[in-house]
């Protein structure tokens, strides 16, 4: 499945979470199409990507471990569904929105949370959140300076 695709059913889904544990496991699944997602970039995608591509992997990497990985089947791991990137800027875009859309999420948890492991765990997880939508906005920029220096020449 496209990477795009596989955003908007993680959007749909952190939507349609009711509970901490929901939220928690659709952060989970978030970071780990983060992650999915700069590991492709970092092999095959734009050369001036592929150094915060791979930083990106690194810093969702980390966001699943602060989180714990959930109890799912290989068929609802949406990352492992990934099969193509397509538009590289719309993938993008749409990442960094779900990613800020999963740190406001978290902070809810957090807000809400009654014993202080949860609130850690969530304040972790939404700072490596926001890195990681930090890499994704990088990214957007540098493929922004590469059209600019393509409609210049």
């Given at each position: ?101 999963v740190g406001?999420?978290?902070?809810g948890i ?24 930090d890499r ?18």
């Open positions: 499945m496209d990477a795009v695709r596989l955003i908007s059913a993680s959007r749909c889904a952190l939507m349609g979470s009711a509970d901490a544990p929901g939220i928690m496991t659709e952060a989970w699944q978030a970071q780990a199409l983060a992650q999915a997602i700069g590991s492709r970039l970092a092999v095959s995608g734009p050369p001036e990507l592929r150094g915060e591509a791979l930083g990106l992997t690194e810093l969702a990497g980390r966001g699943c471990g602060v989180l714990g990985a959930p109890v799912l089947d290989v068929g609802r791991l949406r990352a492992a569904q990934l099969t193509e990137l397509g538009d590289a800027r719309v993938a993008l875009l749409d990442l960094g929105g779900l990613l800020g859309e406001i999420a978290l902070v957090a807000c809400a949370a009654s014993d202080e492991g949860t609130y850690w765990q969530c304040m972790e997880a939404i700072d490596a959140a926001d890195e990681s939508r994704v906005l990088e990214m957007l920029r540098r493929l922004a300076v590469r059209d600019q220096g393509a409609a210049a020449g």
